[in-house]
């Protein structure tokens, strides 16, 4: 390698190589996915956010938020529950595969716990069981007419706090331009902020002062998102309910900029709701209470 | 530190090394501005860490902004012109060859200096891309290339000119980083800022690849031409072997594309195995780069400046440390306590500060004074040994602190049991003396920033001086 | 210094400026033997952990199949089921990939008939079978079907599999439900011969 030339080639090859695999396949491969159906919603998804959550995500964006939160949730592990569902005709030999599916997971079960759990329906045979034995259950009920099935418990710590019932994946992203998921944990996670403080007030009182809300909270106050306005008579019906330490003073409101509405209906907007074929979770219904949120929702 | 004015035999450095004078002093003295322009950005970010109060009601100095501007402000204003005077020293000196187009590379400095100031300012001010290492706005990139292109491509002159033709091994590493830089540029900035973007995802593994190509091969391959050109220069003696610089070249070269912590994020399984192996393969070609350096300094004696050998040497281990942590970091189960913690930063502090920072201000005081024949000014607080320990102690100080930090942040985070307050306050401790070497850092940096804004002056002062003189004497 | 520089040797002789050069210690066996293991381990990662390059395979799954095989009540899921009928019934003809064969038998996948808003024709045609030519995209075919009422016994497995066929590959049609298949089973099922694609054309798409 004492030529000028051979080593340009060289390197670009390697440069060469480097962008095939590492640019040009990603872009193809993950880059190029669309929409898709998801039974469980009855809809596409992801769908096409609004122009309100957009302009959410420029504040978002501009501010830097992605320096100390990320919005995606890991897994570290999967297990299942096994239920039984329905008993069928043979309830006597399905009494006996019941106690012989907790000897194959190392439990003792009784022939009366048996026939209790046969009684309500459907009920939890095994809970949090790996891959394995939740297969070797299945198919000791194989022929016995009953109907079993293992429900996937996507696990890790991210879950265990709620941040979201599985973990986030390529599809969550298809519409983020640019890509805020972040590398920095200084605050929690937003994958699914939307879903987990649903109070809009909550939101509010939060970015304009973050401690009067979450104590000792180490995020900084946005106060540029907010006008301090001397009160004009009647008071803004929009302006901060704010407790005694962070009220800006006698005769003066906290009124929010549209940029602070913006940024909450962005918060509001971030939710996981539905499992997605690379990340499956039992999915239940929502709670119909939950539907007035729906508004809030980017526009399909 | 004067051998460059005393000694009588070597006109024809002389000659080499005033043909770079002016481009050089510029390219150094604005590096340094930048530097310090970091430092302080920098510094206040971390007290708004532990005190969120502070400059709290202004959207140009958010932490999510402060930390982005002083990493690029790291990157393209200091490291990126630094490494260009390192590598036009190096170019020049090593292929024994004067300085081609100084004119071109001034005007290409000039441009690169104002789309920084642009892309900056544009960042502070609502334009920040989200994209890491590339935060400032899409506009910049185009700018960044033409400059680089002006300064590049006469680098790239005067290496075709060189009359020792035979190629020492930081002449491979600095031709990568020429070569690599443009093309990365290009291809990253224009998968993410052009009209029809890259989307989802795949921005974040573009994003990663422009990253640990910044980090591992243009940046990191700087720091590596520079110690393998500074221990044998140090230490009076020769590099121990070519070939194993060459094969830890391309071993480097092949799979520094994809280094980082990505196992566990939210990118396909063979996105995470593919960092893991590379941030292998490049931490195996570190250790086989340290054992090279490691031989060639056996027997050698204290050398002709130990301190400065010193912080090559500790440089050095820095960079070797934060491969080896880089891909201890790749593995699963690692990855999943130290991802999203402070782990990363501390890496970045040890790789970019500690191993490519260092290195870059060693060779501004080696070839400073020579450039410019002025022996640096000794003494007090200025002294270079002072400024150097002020800025060396700083940097470890950041990334042990943000190292062990964010095992134990990340520690926490994964104990489902604990409350996020919890894991804010495992890291605050942390956090909080950071801070302490933060203002080391700023400190050195102000110092470095001074001397070498002095030096500008006193020899632009001698030039006008010069031509006066001359002027005077032509009309008498 | 010598006047001409271009000689090598002559940088050693300027004492402290001298520019450095370089050994030429050969690289030791150690080195490639390490590089080798490296290399072999590598291989066994990219192996193992990388799910095959799919962009499917996340995180704590190990493949295709295993995220395939975890979805959540697989075992009563229509497609799923589905797919292992048309694997032991349909695909000798059909093939897996639903594309036919040349000039024997008609693709499914991406076909006009099975991209269309009911099952109706569907049902029949695999209930009883079909005979006489029949045009599929615009091409003629000459090939018969037997019936398959007596094999797929239950509603379900018959609603299944047309549910998976009108599902895979390209297809993107209604999922067919038990009840459908029971009614034109209850229809049609004793009719003892095979369709012709002309009185399949006269019937309407969806189920009555």
Same mark, same amino acid.
């Given at each position: 390698?004492?030529?000028?030339?051979?080593?340009?080639?060289?390197?670009?090859?390697?440069?060469?190589?480097?962008?095939? %695999?590492?640019?040009?396949?990603?872009?193809?491969?993950?880059?190029?996915?669309?929409?898709?159906?998801?039974?469980?919603?009855?809809?596409?998804?992801?769908?096409?956010?609004?122009?309100?959550?957009?302009?959410?995500?420029?504040?978002?964006?501009?501010?830097?938020?992605?320096?100390?939160?990320?919005?995606?949730?890991?897994?570290?592990?999967?297990?299942?529950?096994?239920?039984?569902?329905?008993?069928?005709?043979?309830?006597?030999?399905?009494?006996?595969?019941?106690?012989?599916?907790?000897?194959?997971?190392?439990?003792?079960?009784? %022939?009366? =716990?048996?026939?209790?759990?046969?009684?309500?329906?459907?009920?939890?045979?095994?809970?949090?069981?790996?891959?394995?034995?939740?297969?070797?259950?299945?198919?000791?009920?194989?022929?016995?007419?009953?109907?079993?099935?293992?429900?996937?418990?996507?696990?890790?710590?991210?879950?265990?706090?709620?941040?979201?019932?599985?973990?986030?994946?390529?599809?969550?992203?298809?519409?983020?331009?640019?890509?805020?998921? %972040?590398?920095?944990?200084? %605050?929690?996670?937003?994958?699914?902020?939307?879903?987990?403080?649903?109070?809009?007030?909550?939101?509010?009182?939060?970015?304009?002062?973050?401690?009067?809300?979450?104590?000792?909270?180490?995020?900084?106050?946005?106060?540029?998102?907010?006008?301090?306005?001397?009160?004009?008579?009647?008071?803004?019906?929009?302006?901060? =309910?704010?407790?005694?330490?962070?009220?800006?003073?006698?005769?003066?409101?906290?009124?929010?900029?549209?940029?602070?509405?913006?940024?909450?209906?962005?918060?509001?907007?971030?939710?996981? =709701?539905?499992?997605?074929?690379?990340?499956?979770?039992?999915?239940?219904?929502?709670?119909?209470?939950?539907?007035?949120?729906?508004?809030?929702?980017?526009?399909? | 530190?004067?051998?460059?004015?005393?000694?009588?035999?070597?006109?024809?450095?002389?000659?080499?090394?005033?043909?770079?004078?002016?481009?050089?002093?510029?390219?150094?003295?604005?590096? /340094?501005?930048?530097?310090?322009?970091?430092?302080?950005?920098?510094?206040?970010?971390?007290?708004?860490?532990?005190?969120?109060?502070?400059?709290?009601?202004?959207?140009?100095?958010?932490?999510?902004?402060?930390?982005?501007?002083?990493?690029?402000?790291?990157?393209?204003?200091?490291?990126?012109?630094?490494?260009?005077?390192?590598?036009?020293?190096?170019?020049?000196?090593?292929?024994?060859?004067?300085?081609? +187009?100084?004119?071109?590379?001034?005007?290409?400095?000039?441009?690169?200096?104002?789309?920084?100031?642009?892309?900056?300012?544009?960042?502070?001010?609502?334009?920040?891309?989200?994209?890491?290492?590339?935060?400032?706005?899409?506009?910049?990139?185009?700018?960044?290339?033409?400059?680089?292109?002006?300064?590049?491509?006469?680098?790239?002159?005067?290496?075709?000119?060189?009359?020792?033709?035979?190629?020492?091994?930081?002449?491979?590493?600095?031709? &990568?980083?020429?070569?690599?830089?443009?093309?990365?540029?290009?291809?990253?900035?224009?998968?993410?800022?052009?009209?029809?973007?890259?989307?989802?995802?795949?921005?974040?593994?573009?994003?990663?690849?422009?990253?640990?190509?910044?980090?591992?091969?243009?940046?990191?391959?700087?720091?590596?031409?520079?110690?393998?050109?500074?221990?044998?220069?140090?230490?009076?003696?020769?590099?121990?072997?070519?070939?194993?610089?060459?094969?830890?070249?391309?071993?480097?070269?092949?799979?520094?594309?994809?280094?980082?912590?990505?196992?566990?994020?939210?990118?396909?399984?063979?996105? +995470?195995?593919?960092?893991?192996?590379?941030?292998?393969?490049?931490?195996?070609?570190?250790?086989?780069?340290?054992?090279?350096?490691?031989?060639?300094?056996? +027997?050698?004696?204290?050398?002709?400046?130990?301190?400065?050998?010193?912080?090559?040497?500790?440089?050095?281990?820095?960079?070797?440390?934060?491969?080896?942590?880089?891909?201890?970091?790749?593995?699963?189960?690692?990855?999943?306590?130290?991802?999203?913690?402070?782990?990363?930063?501390?890496? /970045?502090?040890?790789?970019?500060?500690?191993?490519?920072?260092?290195?870059?201000?060693?060779?501004?005081?080696?070839?400073?004074?020579?450039? /410019?024949?002025?022996?640096?000014?000794?003494?007090?607080?200025?002294?270079?040994?002072?400024?150097?320990?002020?800025?060396?102690?700083?940097?470890?100080?950041?990334?042990?602190?943000?190292?062990?930090?964010?095992?134990?942040?990340?520690?926490?985070? &994964?104990?489902?049991?604990?409350?996020?307050?919890?894991?804010?306050?495992?890291?605050?401790?942390?956090?909080?003396?950071?801070?302490?070497?933060?203002?080391?850092?700023?400190? &050195?940096?102000?110092?470095?920033?001074?001397?070498? /804004?002095?030096?500008?002056?006193?020899?632009?002062?001698?030039?006008?001086?010069?031509?006066?003189?001359?002027?005077?004497?032509?009309?008498? | 210094?010598?006047?001409?520089?271009?000689?090598?040797?002559?940088?050693?002789?300027?004492?402290?400026?001298?520019?450095?050069?370089?050994?030429?210690?050969?690289?030791?066996?150690?080195?490639?033997?390490?590089?080798?293991?490296?290399?072999?381990?590598?291989?066994?990662?990219?192996?193992?952990?990388?799910?095959?390059?799919?962009?499917?395979?996340?995180?704590?799954?190990?493949?295709?199949?295993?995220?395939?095989?975890?979805?959540?009540?697989?075992?009563?899921?229509?497609?799923?089921?589905?797919?292992?009928?048309?694997?032991?019934?349909?695909?000798?003809?059909?093939?897996?990939?639903?594309?036919?064969?040349?000039?024997?038998?008609?693709?499914?996948?991406?076909?006009?008939?099975?991209?269309?808003?009911?099952?109706?024709?569907?049902?029949?045609?695999?209930?009883?079978?079909?005979?006489?030519?029949?045009?599929?995209?615009?091409?003629?075919?000459?090939?018969?079907?037997?019936?398959?009422?007596?094999?797929?016994?239950?509603?379900?497995?018959?609603?299944?599999?047309?549910?998976?066929?009108?599902?895979?590959?390209?297809?993107?049609?209604?999922?067919?439900?038990?009840?459908?298949?029971?009614?034109?089973?209850?229809?049609?099922?004793?009719?003892?011969?095979?369709?012709?694609?002309?009185?399949?054309?006269?019937?309407?798409?969806?189920?009555?």
């Amino acid at each position: 390698m004492q030529k000028g030339y051979q080593l340009f080639f060289g390197i670009l090859a390697v440069m060469v190589i480097s962008w095939l %695999g590492l640019v040009v396949f990603p872009t193809v491969q993950l880059g190029h996915q669309s929409t898709r159906q998801v039974k469980e919603i009855g809809r596409h998804y992801p769908s096409e956010p609004g122009s309100i959550v957009l302009n959410g995500r420029k504040i978002y964006q501009q501010a830097g938020c992605v320096a100390c939160h990320t919005q995606q949730v890991r897994q570290s592990g999967y297990a299942f529950d096994v239920v039984l569902n329905e008993v069928g005709d043979f309830p006597d030999s399905v009494k006996q595969i019941l106690v012989d599916a907790a000897k194959l997971a190392g439990k003792a079960l009784s %022939g009366e =716990e048996a026939s209790s759990q046969m009684a309500q329906l459907p009920s939890t045979l095994l809970e949090g069981v790996d891959r394995v034995t939740a297969e070797g259950v299945i198919r000791l009920f194989k022929d016995s007419g009953a109907k079993v099935a293992a429900n996937i418990l996507p696990l890790g710590p991210d879950i265990q706090r709620g941040w979201g019932p599985r973990q986030t994946v390529g599809l969550d992203y298809l519409y983020d331009q640019p890509l805020l998921m %972040g590398q920095q944990r200084l %605050g929690p996670d937003l994958a699914n902020v939307g879903a987990r403080l649903t109070d809009r007030d909550w939101h509010l009182k939060h970015l304009y002062h973050p401690r009067s809300v979450v104590d000792g909270s180490n995020m900084p106050a946005y106060t540029y998102l907010f006008s301090v306005q001397p009160i004009d008579g009647e008071p803004s019906p929009d302006a901060l =309910e704010l407790s005694e330490a962070f009220s800006a003073g006698e005769g003066m409101e906290v009124v929010p900029k549209p940029e602070a509405h913006a940024l909450v209906d962005y918060l509001m907007s971030l939710r996981i =709701e539905n499992p997605v074929f690379e990340a499956p979770y039992m999915f239940t219904q929502a709670d119909p209470s939950d539907i007035n949120n729906s508004e809030m929702q980017p526009a399909q | 530190m004067d051998e460059s004015s005393s000694s009588k035999p070597i006109s024809d450095w002389k000659d080499i090394d005033t043909s770079y004078r002016f481009p050089t002093l510029f390219l150094v003295a604005k590096a /340094t501005g930048w530097l310090l322009i970091s430092t302080l950005f920098s510094l206040l970010a971390s007290i708004k860490m532990h005190s969120p109060e502070f400059l709290s009601n202004c959207s140009w100095v958010t932490y999510g902004v402060l930390v982005p501007a002083a990493r690029n402000a790291f990157i393209y204003g200091f490291a990126l012109q630094a490494g260009f005077a390192a590598m036009l020293w190096m170019t020049m000196r090593l292929g024994q060859v004067k300085l081609r +187009g100084p004119g071109f590379i001034f005007i290409g400095m000039i441009l690169w200096n104002l789309a920084l100031v642009l892309g900056i300012l544009g960042l502070m001010g609502g334009g920040l891309s989200g994209y890491a290492f590339l935060d400032m706005p899409g506009f910049v990139y185009p700018m960044l290339f033409t400059a680089y292109a002006l300064i590049g491509g006469m680098a790239i002159l005067t290496f075709f000119k060189r009359q020792v033709r035979e190629l020492y091994p930081s002449q491979w590493f600095i031709y &990568a980083s020429f070569y690599w830089f443009p093309w990365m540029l290009t291809i990253a900035s224009y998968a993410l800022f052009s009209s029809e973007p890259a989307r989802g995802i795949a921005q974040a593994l573009i994003n990663q690849w422009y990253v640990s190509g910044m980090t591992t091969i243009v940046l990191g391959f700087v720091g590596l031409a520079l110690v393998q050109y500074f221990i044998p220069k140090l230490s009076g003696r020769d590099l121990y072997s070519s070939h194993l610089s060459f094969f830890a070249f391309w071993m480097m070269l092949l799979f520094g594309g994809l280094t980082g912590l990505l196992e566990a994020q939210s990118l396909p399984a063979w996105a +995470g195995v593919i960092s893991s192996v590379c941030s292998h393969f490049v931490s195996l070609a570190w250790v086989i780069v340290a054992y090279n350096l490691w031989k060639s300094l056996q +027997g050698s004696g204290r050398g002709s400046d130990p301190f400065a050998l010193l912080l090559v040497r500790a440089a050095a281990l820095s960079g070797l440390v934060g491969a080896l942590l880089t891909a201890w970091g790749s593995r699963p189960a690692a990855a999943e306590v130290v991802q999203f913690s402070l782990f990363l930063p501390g890496l /970045t502090w040890l790789q970019l500060f500690g191993f490519v920072g260092t290195l870059l201000l060693v060779s501004i005081y080696y070839f400073l004074p020579r450039v /410019t024949e002025l022996p640096w000014k000794s003494g007090g607080l200025l002294s270079w040994k002072g400024v150097m320990t002020c800025y060396f102690s700083g940097v470890s100080l950041i990334s042990l602190v943000y190292l062990v930090g964010g095992w134990k942040q990340g520690k926490t985070l &994964a104990d489902a049991s604990k409350s996020f307050a919890e894991v804010q306050a495992a890291a605050m401790t942390f956090i909080r003396i950071s801070t302490v070497g933060e203002l080391l850092v700023f400190v &050195a940096a102000l110092m470095v920033c001074l001397k070498v /804004t002095g030096m500008l002056i006193a020899q632009l002062r001698a030039y006008i001086q010069c031509c006066c003189s001359c002027k005077s004497e032509a009309t008498q | 210094m010598s006047s001409k520089p271009n000689n090598t040797k002559s940088k050693g002789k300027t004492g402290n400026d001298r520019e450095p050069g370089v050994g030429k210690a050969p690289v030791s066996v150690g080195v490639f033997v390490v590089t080798i293991l490296l290399a072999y381990w590598a291989m066994m990662e990219l192996n193992t952990r990388a799910g095959g390059f799919s962009r499917y395979v996340y995180g704590p799954y190990e493949s295709y199949a295993v995220v395939e095989s975890v979805q959540p009540g697989s075992g009563d899921d229509p497609i799923k089921r589905g797919a292992d009928i048309y694997r032991n019934i349909c695909s000798p003809c059909h093939q897996a990939s639903g594309m036919g064969a040349p000039g024997q038998f008609p693709p499914l996948a991406g076909s006009d008939w099975v991209n269309v808003e009911g099952p109706n024709r569907m049902l029949r045609i695999v209930l009883n079978g079909l005979g006489g030519p029949i045009e599929v995209n615009g091409e003629t075919w000459n090939a018969v079907m037997p019936g398959f009422g007596d094999v797929i016994v239950s509603d379900e497995d018959l609603a299944a599999v047309i549910s998976y066929v009108r599902n895979s590959w390209t297809n993107e049609a209604s999922i067919c439900t038990p009840e459908e298949a029971a009614a034109v089973r209850a229809e049609s099922g004793d009719r003892g011969r095979a369709w012709t694609s002309t009185e399949l054309l006269a019937l309407p798409l969806e189920v009555q």
